[in-house]
């Protein structure tokens, strides 16, 4: 259906195969629109994320954010998927001023957003924070 350098590209932007089906039809057409240069890739992030204009999209909504939240998400995204602790995100923007705990503003603002893109932030006991995604997420 899509050829072998096809696999390969899905192979190469993280998509794993098994030997049930684990893909929908909108999935595979999905993969289907990305390998043909006409969307993204269905594993990147659903979020989108601007400090300089304080915004973020989700799910192809516009949201406004405060900067040090749009710092806190891009860092955790653009980490795809791995733990981030608060001083790997502080690490990240050196030149940013942090007023209050980051654990505290993950808490009480990212988690929290009108846009829900907190559900997506999952905290990992004494470690940091990731964000998960999935394919069709």
């Known amino acids: 259906f899509f050829g072998e350098d096809a696999f ?6 993280g998509l794993s195969f098994s030997t049930e089906p684990v893909l929908s039809l ?5 993969w ?6 006409r969307a993204a890739s269905p594993l990147s992030p659903p ?3 601007d400090p300089d204009a304080e915004m973020l999209v989700f799910r192809g909504r516009e949201y406004e954010c405060d900067r040090i939240i749009a710092l806190i998400l891009k860092c955790l995204v653009d980490a ?5 602790s608060t001083s790997d ?8 001023t942090w007023d ?11 988690l929290k957003h009108p846009s829900g893109v907190g559900r997506l ?6 470690r940091g924070y990731r964000f998960r995604v999935e394919a069709g997420e």
Do not use: C, Y
């Not at 390969?8 to 932007?13: G, I, P, Q, S, T």
């Open 8 to 13: 390969k590209e899905m192979l190469d932007a």
């Open 26 to 30: 909108d999935e595979v057409m999905q």
């Open 32 to 37: 289907n629109r990305w390998l043909s240069g």
């Open 47 to 49: 979020v989108h994320v």
């Open 80 to 84: 795809r998927g791995e733990i981030r």
């Open 89 to 96: 995100i502080k690490n990240a923007f050196p030149d940013e």
């Open 100 to 110: 209050e705990r980051l654990d505290l503003t993950i808490k009480r603002k990212l």
């Open 121 to 126: 932030v999952e905290s990992v006991s004494k």
